[in-house]
T-cell receptor, first 115, second 114 residues
Framework: AQSVTQLGSHVSVSEGALVLLRCNYS??????LFWYVQYPNQGLQLLLK??????LVKGINGFEAEFKKSETSFHLTKPSAHMSDAAEYFC?????????????FGKGTLLTVNP | ETGVTQTPRHLVMGMTNKKSLKCEQH?????MYWYKQSAKKPLELMFV???????ENNSVPSRFSPECPNSSHLFLHLHTLQPEDSALYLC?????????????FGPGTRLTVL
């Protein structure tokens, strides 16, 4: 079975600073990887996803993530944080075999951006 | 109206009540999902429907009963709930239910069980 670990339940950065949110996964088969964002009082919204091909994936709002198979990681980065980036971020993984419909989420990382 | 909508947005119910949550998607998708989001825990997948057929029931107690009358609507019927069932219930939809699908989420129903 697959699993997702997000290191750090809460990350605080200053406006303009680098954002780095960590995600490691466990899977016995090649995974498909996702980052979702949840703003207050809203549902989740896809930031980016890795399925096949280029391992550096660019998403919305200036975010990107790199799939590193050797490190079983899919960390999310943004060069310069903006106040509007304050939200909760979820890493998720889906794999083939067994249920074709299950997306496994991490516990989430709450990002705070300080002025 | 576009996207995924959920009603009601907030619900308070007693343990003996019966209520229903409604989800509607206007995206032409064929798969719909119910998730439970509790504080400090990962999102928990509850049910998945594909083309109105239930394809996943993730060991959910029988006091939660889903219904999918067509590909645009999904309900979650609730009865004799427990206080630990208080959570944010999220509905989502995706094009086919496949592994690489993007799931589109509604804003959720905040449920409080007294």
């Amino acid at each position: 079975a697959q699993s997702v670990t997000q290191l750090g339940s809460h990350v605080s950065v200053s406006e303009g600073a680098l954002v780095l949110l960590r995600c490691n996964y466990s899977s016995s088969v090649p995974p498909y990887l996702f980052w979702y964002v949840q703003y207050p009082n809203q549902g989740l919204q896809l930031l980016l996803k890795y399925t096949t091909g280029a391992t550096l994936v660019k998403g919305i709002n200036g975010f990107e993530a790199e799939f590193k198979k050797s490190e079983t990681s899919f960390h999310l980065t943004k060069p310069s944080a903006h106040m509007s980036d304050a939200a909760e971020y979820f890493c998720a993984v889906s794999v083939g075999g067994g249920s074709n419909y299950k997306l496994t989420f991490g516990k989430g990382t709450l990002l705070t951006v300080n002025p | 109206e576009t996207g995924v909508t959920q009603t009601p947005r907030h619900l308070v119910m007693g343990m003996t009540n019966k209520k229903s949550l409604k989800c509607e998607q206007h995206l032409g998708h064929n798969a719909m999902y119910w998730y439970k989001q509790s504080a400090k825990k990962p999102l928990e997948l509850m049910f998945v429907y594909s083309l109105e057929e239930r394809v996943e029931n993730n060991s959910v107690p029988s006091r939660f009963s889903p219904e999918c009358p067509n590909s645009s609507h999904l309900f979650l019927h609730l009865h004799t709930l427990q206080p630990e069932d208080s959570a944010l219930y999220l509905c989502a939809s995706s094009l086919t239910g496949g592994l690489t699908d993007t799931q589109y989420f509604g804003p959720g129903t905040r449920l409080t069980v007294l």
